[in-house]
T-cell receptor, first 112, second 114 residues
Framework: GQQVMQIPQYQHVQEGEDFTTYCNSS?????IQWYKQRPGGHPVFLIQ?????EVKKQKRLTFQFGEAKKNSSLHITATQTTDVGTYFC????????????FGKGTMLLVSP | DAGVTQSPTHLIKTRGQQVTLRCSPK?????VSWYQQALGQGPQFIFQ???????QRGNFPDRFSGHQFPNYSSELNVNALLLGDSALYLC?????????????FGSGTRLTVV
């Protein structure tokens, strides 16, 4: 079945440092979504990427979808303590009705 | 406010018992997906309901069943509970059943099986 892998599992940075998490799928995806889950909270939708090579930005967050539509990355510039949480990528294999498969997530801890 | 309402928030059950979890989707959404999230893991897909039918199912045993009502709300039922069923159960709603939109998650039900 479809598998989505994320690295690293955990990263601890000092406030102001940059952070990147990488996501790889065992199959080609129709789209990739990113979610953030704060400690004790629930996943919150951040963004969806659909096109091969697509790059989207949300303030200090930059999201990329690979050319082969099998990998993606999330980069945070100049982290802040409010960025603390676990970042999940999730992908649909088909553009129709298909399962949204989540990776195991990357937990980000930011020290002031 | 997540827009998706789940109840109860916490639940403690004994092995072998049965449990029903409830979910009301975000206003305007018609599709409900259920996920199980173990501690430190990503959400694992259980099943998805659209137009009152189970449209997709993940790798979960038949002890896990569900239902969607005409008002789009949904229930997740788990029979013969095992210790390993202890997890956060998340309901996510979306629109149209197709893979075009982000999911809105509820705050979840924390199930503990003892």
């Amino acid at each position: 079945g479809q598998q989505v892998m994320q690295i690293p599992q955990y990263q601890h940075v000092q406030e102001g440092e940059d952070f990147t998490t990488y996501c790889n799928s065992s199959t080609t995806l129709s789209n990739i979504q990113w979610y953030k889950q704060r400690p004790g909270g629930h996943p919150v939708f951040l963004i969806q990427l659909v096109k091969s090579g697509e790059v989207k930005k949300q303030k200090r967050l930059t999201f990329q979808f690979g050319e082969a539509k099998k990998n993606s990355s999330l980069h945070i510039t100049a982290t802040q303590t409010t960025d603390v949480g676990t970042y999940f990528c999730a992908g649909h294999r088909d553009s129709g009705y298909s399962t949204l498969t989540f990776g195991k997530g990357t937990m980000l801890l930011v020290s002031p | 406010d997540a827009g998706v309402t789940q109840s109860p928030t916490h639940l403690i059950k004994t092995r072998g018992q049965q449990v029903t979890l409830r979910c009301s989707p975000k206003s305007g959404h018609d599709t409900v997906s259920w996920y199980q999230q173990a501690l430190g893991q990503g959400p694992q897909f259980i099943f998805q309901y659209y137009e009152e039918e189970e449209r997709q199912r993940g790798n979960f045993p038949d002890r896990f069943s569900g239902h969607q009502f005409p008002n789009y709300s949904s229930e997740l039922n788990v029979n013969a509970l095992l210790l390993g069923d202890s997890a956060l159960y998340l309901c996510a709603s979306s629109l149209g059943g197709a893979a075009n939109y982000g999911y809105t998650f509820g705050s979840g039900t924390r199930l503990t099986v003892v």
